[in-house]
């Protein structure tokens, strides 16, 4: 069993920075392909950008354009997500998702388990 905890969200400017974190309890989180997801109002949970257990390949959705960098710290049983240049639309809950040794790839049916989220409001 794995429990995830987001943090780090909150209101910003456009253009602004936020840095979201997802901490994992269990000793098995190098195990774990890691990702993040979102979800605005009225739309569909969407990938964000994913990194995975092995190789720290990483997939990312095209609307990342270099803005936002996922990056993992093993020792911490963390996984970050920095996001610059923030825009309105990047409004949404933010929910971090865990795959046992998975490629951390789009489909959020290979996640197992998944955080509460955390809310990010890009101000225009």
């Known amino acids: 069993q794995v429990q995830l905890v987001e943090s780090g969200g909150g209101l910003v400017q456009a253009g602004g920075s936020l840095r979201l974190s997802c901490a994992a309890s269990?000793?098995?989180?190098?195990?774990?392909?890691m990702a993040w997801f979102r979800q605005a109002p009225g739309k569909e949970r969407e990938f964000v950008t994913g990194?995975?257990?092995?190789?720290?390949?990483?997939y990312s959705a095209d609307f990342v354009k270099g803005r936002f960098t996922i990056s993992r710290d093993n020792a911490k049983n963390t996984v970050y997500l920095q996001m610059n240049s923030l825009k309105p639309e990047d409004t949404a809950v933010y929910y971090c998702?865990?795959?046992?040794?998975?490629?951390?790839?789009?489909?959020?049916?290979?996640?197992?388990?998944w955080g509460q989220g955390t809310q990010v409001t890009v101000s225009s």
């Open positions: 998702a865990a795959n046992l040794y998975g490629l951390g790839s789009g489909n959020p049916s290979n996640y197992e388990y």
């Open positions: 269990g000793r098995t989180f190098s195990s774990y392909a």
């Open positions: 990194i995975s257990w092995s190789s720290g390949r990483i």
